[in-house]
């Protein structure tokens, strides 16, 4: 969800106290099973696979995790 919000992988990295070359690892695994070699491609595809919710979908879903 961080990817699709546009997160970039240093964001991500301080979001999650992870490393940078945590973040990136992942991204290139989340990539290769998605088919995918970008992070653009990565968003469209997850959307199309059901993986990741709209944000105005979230906002009026109660259990989509809206605050």
């Given at each position: 969800a961080l990817i699709a919000a546009g997160y970039t992988n240093r964001g991500i990295a301080e979001t999650l106290v992870l490393s940078?070359?945590?973040v990136k690892w992942y991204a290139s695994q989340i990539?290769?099973?998605?088919?995918?070699?970008?992070?653009t491609q990565a968003v469209v595809r997850a959307r199309e696979l059901g993986?990741?919710?709209?944000?105005?979908?979230?906002?009026?879903?109660?259990?989509?995790g809206a605050e």
């Open positions: 940078t070359g945590t990539y290769q099973k998605l088919g995918v070699r970008s992070r993986l990741l919710q709209d944000l105005a979908e979230r906002q009026t879903d109660p259990h989509g």
